[in-house]
């Protein structure tokens, strides 16, 4: 399969911002700023690297941000007067809008628009003028290798260290936790629900990341945002709560009300009883899809088991961790939250009474572990929903000179690596095929 880059405008790189260091560390615009005083312009190859194994992704943000920021200001000082009036009026059109000013918010646009292109016509774009290598979002490095070089006059773009360590390191550690899950999972789907147990800001690079990683779904819109594609979800328990805790009738009412794309995934731990909670809800769907009585063990249910409006797809097992279901025979800390025990008995009680088809989505602390021992006790879940512990693990990358005017130079401990896997990144290299 040949891969391709994304179009550098997916990201909605903050150009302004970035150009003018408001998200550098102060040590790296002093860097680019003392070589550009003394007019010293050495051609440099810096190379990133990860501190341990990985999922690499957030390639090609960086790229993205290299291909808008590489370059400098022919006038600093106006720039920088510029960016500073950008800033205010930022903060104005801010307040305005929650006021809802659009007079105001229509002025101050119109004003600072102006003032970008000035700014725009002020920069001087050096893109061409650096050469880039590095691997695909979505493949696998070692620790040490390198995953990225650039090679070109850092007074180009040294500044934008900060930035583009970040955005690979946050993107890379996210999609290796999703790796990593996805591969303990064996096939089965996993769901992507951290976007609660972190900044919104970050909902976009980490629904990316774990779409690269192989996450089935994920949770939000702006998850979904750079992969195109749309968020996913079950019925949350504050629905039941609104229901005055009867999770059949919340059910019935997410059914009513739901597009009939959307799979029913219905929650069913808000009694602390998943199997029993889990056969009511079917009798309630029946009962109102058929207008018939409904008997246990009598009636077959599958006519509202299934993809669709009208029907179950699935049940979500969300025992909290310290808790046993009742369904469960108290043993040790091994038989609290979603235990391979509670899936089991559930299991063998659907498929009784004809539920064979009605998936198990379990979730409430899911790591890589956790689900490798599910697999191993082949327990039988069809969906794993994995949440905060997928922000948990932490990938750090570095990036170093290593070569200067064509000659090693690098601090003790790190040299050149070997580079072969990395692809050169051509000038429009989002609408290149290798």
Known sequence: MRKKRLDPKVFKV???????????DIYFSRYVEVLKKDNRHPRVLY???PRKDCTVVGIDEALAILRFATGYYKDEEKAKQIFQEILSLDKAIQAASVDMRTDIVLKYTERKWDLRIKLNQLWVDKWDEIEV???????????????????????????LETILLGVIARATS???AVKNVVKAANGKPVLYFSARFDHYWVQATDGYA???AGAFGVSTDANADYWGAQSMGTMPHALIAAYNGSTEEAAVAFDKHMPENVNRIILVDWDNDVIGTTLRVVKSFYEKQTGKNFVLGVTDPSPIIGVGKGRIWGVRF??????RDISVVPRDES????????????????????????????????????????EKLRVPVDVYAVGSKLL????????????VDGKPCAKVGRIKQDTSRLERVFKRYWEEEV
Not at 15 to 24: A, H, L, P, T
């Open 14 to 24: 903050p150009i302004d911002r970035i150009r003018n260091d408001y998200y550098s």
């Open 47 to 49: 190379q990133f690297f």
């Open 133 to 159: 290598k590095a691997l695909y979002d979505g493949d696998e490095a070692r620790e040490w290798e390198p995953i990225m070089t650039i090679e070109g006059d850092p007074t180009y773009f040294g500044y």
């Open 174 to 176: 996210t999609a290796t």
């Open 210 to 212: 774990a779409l690269c």
């Open 318 to 323: 969300d025992t909290s961790g310290n808790l």
């Open 335 to 374: 038989s609290l939250g979603v235990c391979p025990e509670l899936v089991w008995r559930a299991r063998q009680e659907f498929d009784k009474v004809g539920l064979k088809d009605l998936k198990i989505v379990v979730s409430g602390g899911f790591d890589a572990d956790k689900i490798s021992l599910f």
């Open 392 to 403: 948990r693990h932490k990938v750090d990358i570095t990036a170093d000179i290593v070569e």
